[in-house]
Structures are given as C-alpha cells and as structure tokens.
C-alpha cells in the first residue's frame, strides 16, 4: 500500500497551508469563493504534488494526465497550487479581482497555463472529462483524468448523465473526487437538495467508491495513488471535508461559500491560518 | 382568393424533370466518406444512430461512434471533451433535445471554447410535424445565431448538405446544420462548390429581392416564377449560411431591387428575416417583409398543409409579395 512519509507529510501540509495564505492575500483584492477553495485545498496539492503526471513547463505534453475542476467557483485552489508548481508567476495571482485578469473567479483555459478546461457552471467537468478519458483510449495513451466535483454540485442532472456513461463505457481512466463539505450557496446541502448518499449512487451507476478523510494527507494519497481501484470501472474517490478549513472561525459555516473579506482584516486571517498549520504539524511525528 | 394558383405556376427550366435529395443520406455518405479520409472525425448519438444521419458511418467505423444515449446535455460536453482532445465530433440527434435540452453545453463547452464539435440538428422546422409542437422547431435559428463563435449552415439541398459536412470539419470553431427531413428538390447542377460565407443569387432580377434558405428555396424559386407572369423580375438568393451571413451580397442585391422579402419555415422573430434586417438596417436601409411563422407554437398537421397554412406555399409566398409590392 503506498504511503507517505512523514517528511513527505509536513512538505505537503506546509504547501497547502502556504497556498491557503496566497489565496487569502489574493482577497486583498476582491471577494472570493473561499469556503470551496479551502476544503479542496488539500487534495488538489496532493494531486499536483504526487499523483498527476505532469509538467509545469510542457503544459500541452499529450499523454499529461488532466485534472478538471468542474465545481469551477474553488478555482482559488486550483491558481494557488499552478503557481507554486510554477505554471506561471506567483504574481499572476495577486492580479486576482483586476480589469482583465488571467485568474478569472472562474477558471478559463484560454488565460492561463495548466487550466485544461474552462468551468463555472456546474455540472459541465464530468462530460467533458470522460470524453478526454475515451480520447485516451482511442489514441492508445495511458493517461488518467481527474475531475473535481462539489457535493452542492451532484444535484445537477448532468453529473449523473455522465456517471452513467462512465459506467456504462467501464472507463477506468476517469476518477471523480467529490468534495463533500456539506454546505452550499444557502445552506447544508442535506437541507437545500440530498444528495446524499453519494458513495451508493456513484456504485449504483458502475462505479469503484472510496470514502475518505479529504484532509488526510495520507488517506487521500493511499485512494489516489491506487486507481483505477477496481479494473473496468471508472473511480469515485469521496473527499470528507470542512468548508473553508484552516480558518477556524468559518470552518464548516456555509456563510464562507462566498466571503468579502475587509482588506485590515486579511492580516488577522492569514495569522489564523498560520496557527492551524502549526496546530496539524504538531500532529506529524517525524 | 389569391390570385395565384397552381395553374398559373410555370414550369422552371433547371427543374423540368425534378430530382427530390433525402438530406439524411446525403449527410450520412458524406460522414462516411469524411471518416475514411479523417481519422479523428467521430460520430457522436443520442438513441439516434439508426436511419439518421450516422449509420453509414457507424457501420464502416463503430470504433468512432459514441452513442450517449438518451442524454444530451453529457452528450454535448463529451463532444467538447473530444474535441478538446484533438478529435473532430460531429453530434446528431432531433433538434430540439441537440439544441435546445444542452443549450448551456453548446454555449459554454463548445461556443466559447471555439472547439470544432459540429452538430447536425435533425428534422428542422416542419419536418416531423405530425409529432407536434414539442419536435416542431421554429426558433433555432434565433436561438443559435445569437452565439459567438457559432457557424450556422442551412443547406437546401442534397450538394449543399454533402459539402457542407466537409466545410464543417474544416472550419476550426462550431457548426450548427440545420437538417431537413422532407425531400428537397435539387436546386445545384453538378459540379457546384459550397462556399461557407457565401450566399448565392439562384435567380437574378430586378424589381424584388427574395431571400431564402433551406426547404423554402425551391418554393421561392417557384414563386418567383408565379411572379414573372405577372411581369415582376424577382431576384431569389439562397442564403445556405445563416451566420456569418453574406453582409455584401444581401446589401448588393438590396441596394438594386430597393426592396426585400424573406421567406423561411421558421419564426419571423430572429430567423433568416431578423438576420438580414440587421444587416440592411445598418448597412443599406429598404423596405422589407418577412415571411414565416409568426411567433406561434404551430398546429398539428402533415408537412404540406401546414406549409400552406402557415403561408409558405410558392402560391402563397407569390401572394404575400404581390401584397407587399402594393404598398409601394
């Protein structure tokens, strides 16, 4: 079974909570999708840090593996972890909420290098995303596709349309990762539309389903570093998580889907997130 | 009582013996035929590969043809995941569920990615319209000519329909085709070159401008020739792109007639008449009509009655000119 390292361990949690203090001094600028951004924070920097074959200086190598961030509002994230993996300046970021800025509040693969399909609406990535993994086979290339999910985002009818194709063409190159934190837009996800439970429906359509700890460095390298988990089968990695983790005043509150942050304020944050990072260091023993 | 009549239409000289093209097969040999030549050309379905537009293609090549089943909305963001990938997609299924059911993946994954994912929008205007009003499309062109990046072909015949599948996968951004399932009668002579962008003048005259497309064409020919007994000289143009529409030609043949008539099976409300006013409403002002639906869900019926209810019968669209011509 692979495993992490603890050394390994403290790397990627320092560059997640790193990205989680760029993303805040972004918002100096404009108000952001936070709450999205921040509980995917940590799978994504898993995936750009050990599990995606990828070259930050050859974007368009074809036989990459692609990663969609189809819940496109967490595109905070996704520009924090490409510009530490050096698809671009980390100055492009700080541009983030200026008149034609490549680090759009969603993402647009016509701006920015590493961005493989442009996202906003939800339910668009995961169509898209299998018809790369089909693409895949028919040019005999071996690469993977990843396509983020949120949990708000699973009511949409296109997900399931696409689930089901998946299924039904067994394509083993594809893994979705739902970010289950729970909340949406107005509220807990359970109240406003269930689409719980998601492990079941995703094994319902022909599905390979692994529930994990999506803030567990090791839990989410163990399920990503082994697909497809079953052969024939594409896989559906479901991501627990907290809304707007490492800020404790808004973690889990639905109020941080969306945040305008006042700018004498980010300072104070960033401090918050510093504190939790040394909080989750204490608890890697190396 | 119009004056026109079925006894009073003349016989038109291209068509003395008429051949009547199915658009269906023309398009199916022409994928076939753009498959073998094209590795990356797919074929993508909704539960609509037998007997429509694909099955000549799917039988030389299954290993190319996706079929997605009832599901458009995957579908169409399969087609862009494709094309993004570097194949060449084309998607067929009933118009109204390829259009208008994924509307949203047309305009975000395929419209402003400028993605070559080529979509064939089966049975157009009254082509099913015993089906009724929910299979009965009156409004795609309004609907998709407001898209960036989009390219619209209406062919109106067989010729038009064969080539206009190879003008698609050539041109790098979208294509909507407009596909029609009643048989045209062939208006091209062998030998003719589909030009995307280009309209053409199929009949030149003097005294009237008359802008067609698609299964309105051969009608408006014939309607034209209803009009030259009674001594008016109309010009028919075909207009087989409906977007980017031909801005020279429209305004040249205005700038001549001083007055223009469109005829469609379509709404008046931005179809082939709206595409042109904008045109001459900036560029080269006259007077014009528009003949089509009139903004209505259409009533239940077989093709020709309710092309004669609706108006849009050569005795008709001679009529409604006549009555236009009146007011000068």
């Given at each position: 079974?692979?495993?992490?390292?603890?050394?390994?361990?403290?790397?990627?949690?320092?560059?997640?909570?790193?990205?989680?203090?760029?993303?805040?001094?972004?918002?100096?600028?404009?108000?952001?999708?936070?709450?999205?951004?921040?509980?995917?924070?940590?799978?994504?920097?898993?995936?750009?840090?050990?599990?995606?074959?990828?070259?930050?200086?050859?974007?368009?190598?074809?036989?990459?593996?692609?990663?969609?961030?189809?819940?496109?509002?967490?595109?905070?994230?996704?520009?924090?972890?490409?510009?530490?993996?050096?698809?671009?300046?980390?100055?492009?970021?700080?541009?983030?909420?200026?008149?034609?800025?490549?680090?759009?509040?969603?993402?647009?693969?016509?701006?920015?290098?590493?961005?493989?399909?442009?996202?906003?609406?939800?339910?668009?990535?995961?169509?898209?995303?299998?018809?790369?993994?089909?693409?895949?086979?028919?040019?005999?290339?071996?690469?993977?596709?990843?396509?983020?999910?949120?949990?708000?985002?699973?009511?949409?009818?296109?997900?399931?349309?696409?689930?089901?194709?998946?299924?039904?063409?067994?394509?083993?190159?594809?893994?979705?990762?739902?970010?289950?934190?729970?909340?949406?837009?107005?509220?807990?996800?359970?109240?406003?539309?269930?689409?719980?439970?998601?492990?079941?429906?995703?094994?319902?359509?022909?599905?390979?389903?692994?529930?994990?700890?999506?803030?567990?460095?090791?839990?989410?390298?163990?399920?990503?570093?082994?697909?497809?988990?079953?052969?024939?089968?594409?896989?559906?990695?479901?991501?627990?998580?907290?809304?707007?983790?490492?800020?404790?005043?808004?973690?889990?509150?639905?109020?941080?889907?969306?945040?305008?942050?006042?700018?004498?304020?980010?300072?104070?944050?960033?401090?918050?997130?510093?504190?939790?990072?040394?909080?989750?260091?204490?608890?890697?023993?190396? | 009582?119009?004056?026109?009549?079925?006894?009073?239409?003349?016989?038109?000289?291209?068509?003395?013996?008429?051949?009547?093209d199915d658009a269906r097969k023309f398009f199916a040999n022409a994928l076939a035929d753009l498959g073998e030549?094209?590795?990356?050309v797919l074929y993508i379905s909704c539960d609509s590969s037998l007997g429509a537009s694909g099955a000549e293609f799917n039988k030389k090549f299954p290993e190319r043809h996706f079929e997605f089943?009832?599901?458009?909305?995957?579908?169409?963001?399969?087609?862009?995941?494709?094309?993004?990938?570097?194949?060449?997609p084309f998607i067929a299924a009933y118009?109204?569920?390829v259009?208008?059911?994924?509307?949203?993946?047309?305009?975000?994954?395929?419209?402003?990615?400028?993605?070559?994912?080529n979509?064939m929008g089966n049975n157009?205007?009254?082509?099913?319209?015993?089906?009724?009003?929910?299979?009965?499309?009156?409004?795609?062109?309004?609907?998709?000519?407001?898209?960036?990046?989009?390219?619209?072909?209406?062919?109106?015949?067989g010729?038009?329909y064969y080539?206009?599948v190879?003008?698609?996968?050539?041109?790098?951004?979208?294509?909507?085709i407009?596909v029609?399932r009643?048989k045209?009668?062939?208006?091209?002579?062998?030998?003719?070159?589909?030009?995307?962008?280009?309209?053409?003048?199929?009949?030149?005259?003097?005294?009237?401008?008359?802008?067609?497309?698609?299964?309105?064409?051969?009608?408006?020919?014939?309607?034209?020739?209803?009009?030259?007994?009674?001594?008016?000289?109309?010009?028919?143009?075909?207009?087989?792109?409906?977007?980017?529409?031909?801005?020279?030609?429209?305004?040249?043949?205005?700038?001549?007639?001083?007055?223009?008539?469109?005829?469609?099976?379509?709404?008046?409300?931005?179809?082939?008449?709206?595409?042109?006013?904008?045109?001459?409403?900036?560029?080269?002002?006259?007077?014009?009509?528009?003949?089509?639906?009139?903004?209505?869900?259409?009533?239940?019926?077989?093709?020709?009655?309710?092309?004669?209810?609706?108006?849009?019968?050569?005795?008709?669209?001679?009529?409604?000119?006549?009555?236009?011509?009146?007011?000068?």
């Open positions: 079974m692979p495993e992490l390292t603890p050394e390994e361990t403290k790397i990627l949690l320092e560059k997640s909570y790193k990205c989680r203090q760029n993303i805040l001094q972004m918002m100096r600028n404009a108000e952001g999708h936070i709450g999205g951004a921040f509980s995917s924070l940590d799978i994504i920097t898993v995936l750009y840090n050990k599990i995606l074959r990828h070259d930050p200086k050859n974007p368009k190598w074809p036989n990459r593996d692609r990663f969609i961030l189809s819940a496109g509002h967490k595109c905070l994230a996704l520009y924090a972890v490409l510009a530490e993996q050096g698809y671009f300046e980390e100055d492009v970021l700080y541009t983030y909420g200026s008149f034609k800025t490549k680090v759009a509040m969603h993402p647009e693969e016509k701006l920015l290098a590493g961005i493989e399909f442009p996202t906003g609406s939800l339910g668009h990535g995961l169509p898209v995303g299998h018809a790369m993994a089909l693409a895949a086979k028919l040019d005999g290339l071996d690469y993977k596709v990843y396509v983020m999910l949120g949990d708000g985002e699973c009511a949409e009818g296109s997900v399931w349309e696409a689930a089901m194709s998946a299924g039904h063409y067994a394509s083993d190159n594809l893994v979705a990762i739902v970010d289950l934190n729970g909340l949406q837009v107005n509220g807990a996800t359970t109240e406003i539309m269930d689409s719980s439970p998601i492990e079941k429906k995703f094994k319902a359509f022909g599905w390979a389903v692994e529930s994990i700890d999506g803030h567990d460095f090791g839990q989410i390298y163990r399920s990503l570093a082994e697909v497809p988990l079953k052969k024939q089968k594409p896989t559906c990695i479901v991501a627990n998580t907290t809304k707007c983790k490492g800020l404790d005043f808004a973690e889990g509150k639905f109020q941080y889907h969306h945040w305008h942050c006042e700018p004498d304020k980010i300072d104070e944050a960033i401090n918050i997130v510093k504190s939790a990072q040394n909080k989750e260091l204490e608890n890697v023993r190396i | 009582m119009s004056e026109f009549n079925k006894n009073n239409k003349v016989n038109n000289a291209v068509n003395s013996s008429p051949v009547y030549k094209n590795r990356d089943g009832i599901a458009e909305q995957n579908a169409m963001g399969e087609a862009a995941g494709f094309a993004i990938s570097g194949k060449i118009l109204p569920f259009a208008y059911r994924c509307f949203e993946q047309v305009r975000d994954d395929v419209c402003k990615t400028n993605l070559n994912v979509i157009c205007g009254f082509s099913v319209s015993a089906l009724g009003a929910t299979h009965t499309v009156l409004e795609d062109v309004a609907v998709m000519r407001a898209l960036p990046n989009l390219t619209i072909f209406s062919p109106c015949d010729p038009e080539q206009a190879f003008a698609a996968a050539q041109i790098k951004g979208p294509v909507f407009r029609h009643v045209s009668r062939r208006i091209h002579k062998e030998g003719f070159k589909f030009e995307p962008g280009k309209g053409e003048i199929l009949r030149p005259g003097t005294d009237i401008t008359l802008v067609s497309c698609s299964s309105m064409v051969a009608n408006t020919l014939d309607a034209a020739d209803m009009l030259s007994v009674k001594g008016i000289d109309a010009e028919v143009i075909n207009i087989s792109t409906l977007k980017p529409i031909d801005r020279q030609l429209i305004n040249q043949s205005s700038q001549k007639t001083k007055k223009v008539v469109t005829v469609e099976e379509h709404s008046v409300v931005g179809g082939l008449g709206g595409a042109v006013a904008e045109v001459l409403i900036c560029e080269s002002p006259v007077r014009m009509k528009m003949i089509g639906i009139n903004d209505l869900f259409a009533v239940v019926g077989d093709y020709s009655q309710l092309i004669d209810y609706y108006g849009l019968s050569p005795e008709k669209i001679a009529g409604s000119v006549m009555d236009f011509l009146k007011t000068f």
